[in-house]
């Protein structure tokens, strides 16, 4: 199938940490690993990421385990959670095509330095400029850069002008792309954030100018355009990462309110855990290499409205187990005659299939009809009806209780409407357990479930996504809406699952 596949974390497909991690193997190999170990329900080992230590050692072991970097992260330094950092580098290598050579700069690389270092190491050609503004990050990225022997690749410069973001910091010359991961929080927002909400269960090691800017993220990203309107072309592509959706629009305006409309937004993705990116270009005819090229925006001054076609995922905790769900699932696909493709791997299962009419509606109505076409009160499966139904002559229109049938509908079904990624696998390690402790047991086999669809490509016969395509049932709705639709059906039947009673300890 030529289908793209993704794990449960739907991270980057290259991404070599997209999987369950296992800690125990990886502490085998880091011992200093294995004081944080905790041991969980069921033989799982997790690791507690309420210590700052453990994921301090977490973060050297990814590093050294699989790209051989040596590093020292301070205390009370930001610690980077790999897997996320890799996505946003692998992103950038869709966006400049996986260019052999490539010049780039980061903005505030932190005290561990490790976009640069990741880019180093995955492309042996590629040069990195990094700039700080805290001395003592600037001391310790110097010495990570130098512990794994990438000083003539990598050159960090101190920014002691905090109001400044490209602009007087670096020096002239071109530059393939620009990333930043700029503080997420205004000072405001961040004590805001701290008194509404619970602790977590993640602990958040970090400085303050780490976390908090003036302004908080939109402010910064906002004295980065300026200075990408002064650089031009000289950086082909400025890029961001942001941790709120609700930052795109605004900055989208600002970025077409200056006349530059060569923007390119994608959403990162690790677990629960979800950022955005944002990039752009000052030549509006230069080209990128994401699958999604972006949307011109409907109206001078407007945002861009690029066409949805693919959905925020749909998350989903059921009391079953990962195989119990899958079957569930499978048997619900199946009794809405919808076909589907059920791969299993170690550490979880993946459904996909692919969805031509919404086969779903009207199932009780279709097996009336076939009932007293048939003369028979035993109701069949539902497939079995479908089939002879398809196989039955058209029969006149018998007043409001007649059916279309299936072959009436034959060119619409055989036309695909959206594709469909059911991930099924265990809960999080991280997660809480119930506070009940009858059903402690069965809490850690709960199954995590993802859902996420998208349209057909426009090459098919399919209709537009924003235009109204006849459904099997005769009706008339749009492919977004009957994806969303067929997305309420499964994690609603998931939800109304009964809860198994608990097994009674001896």
Not at 206 to 224: P, Q
Not at 440 to 463: F, I, K, M, T
Not at 466 to 480: I, K, L, M, S
Request: overall charge neutral; aromatic content about 6%; proline content about 8%.
């Amino acid at each position: 199938s030529d289908r793209p596949f993704f794990t449960r974390r739907r991270m980057h497909p290259r991404n070599v940490l997209g999987g369950q991690l296992d800690f125990a193997a990886l502490s085998r190999s880091h011992p200093a690993l294995g004081a944080f170990l905790v041991h969980r329900a069921g033989g799982r080992t997790g690791l507690d990421f309420s210590s700052p230590d453990a994921q301090r050692e977490l973060c050297c072991a990814l590093l050294q385990q699989y790209f051989q970097l040596a590093v020292v992260i301070p205390p009370g330094h930001l610690i980077p959670t790999v897997p996320q950092r890799l996505n946003y580098i692998h992103w950038l290598e869709d966006l400049l095509g996986m260019p052999e050579r490539a010049r780039g700069i980061d903005i505030g690389v932190g005290a561990v330095c490790i976009y640069p270092l990741l880019a180093a190491r995955l492309h042996p050609a590629w040069t990195m400029l990094g700039t700080e503004v805290d001395p003592a990050s600037v001391a310790s990225a110097r010495a990570n850069v130098a512990a794994n022997g990438l000083e003539d690749r990598i050159d960090i410069i101190h920014n002691p002008d905090r109001s400044k973001v490209l602009v007087g910091c670096i020096p002239p010359g071109c530059y393939d792309f620009c990333m930043c991961n700029p503080p997420f929080f205004a000072a405001s927002q961040r004590a805001d954030r701290t008194a509404r909400r619970p602790a977590p269960p993640t602990v958040l090691a970090a400085t303050a100018s780490e976390l908090v800017a003036e302004g908080g993220e939109v402010a910064f990203i906002f004295r980065l355009i300026a200075d990408s309107v002064e650089l031009g072309s000289s950086i082909s592509w400025y890029t961001t990462m942001l941790g709120a959706k609700a930052s795109l629009r605004p900055l989208q305006a600002e970025l077409l309110r200056r006349g530059i409309h060569n923007i390119v937004t994608g959403e990162l993705i690790q677990g629960r855990t979800h950022r955005w990116v944002l990039g752009w270009s000052a030549d509006s005819a230069r080209q990128n290499g994401l699958v999604d090229s972006p949307a011109q925006p409907a109206q001078p001054g407007q945002p861009a409205q690029p066409a949805q076609k693919r959905a925020r995922p749909a998350f989903a905790t059921t009391w079953m187990s990962p195989e119990a769900a899958t079957d569930f699932i499978v048997k619900t696909l199946q009794d809405s005659a919808i076909a589907s493709e059920c791969v299993r791997l170690h550490d979880e299962t993946v459904v996909s299939g692919t969805v031509s009419a919404p086969t779903w509606r009207n199932r009780r109505r279709r097996r009336r009809e076939l009932a007293r076409a048939q003369d028979v009160t035993v109701k069949p499966s539902l497939p079995a009806a479908l089939a002879a139904i398809r196989d039955t002559p058209t029969q006149p229109d018998s007043g409001k209780d007649s059916v279309p049938s299936i072959a009436e509908n034959e060119s619409v079904r055989l036309a695909p409407l959206f594709t469909f990624t059911i991930n099924v696998g265990p809960r999080d390690a991280d997660g809480e357990c119930d506070s009940d402790e009858a059903h402690a047991s069965l809490d850690a086999h709960r199954a995590s479930v993802e859902l996420r669809w998208e349209l057909a490509s426009h090459a098919s016969a399919g209709p537009p996504e924003d235009q109204p395509c006849a459904a099997a049932g005769g009706d008339t709705t749009t492919p977004v809406s009957l994806a969303q639709e067929f997305s309420s059906l499964i994690m609603g039947a998931l939800g109304r699952a009964p809860i198994p009673a608990p097994v009674a300890s001896g």
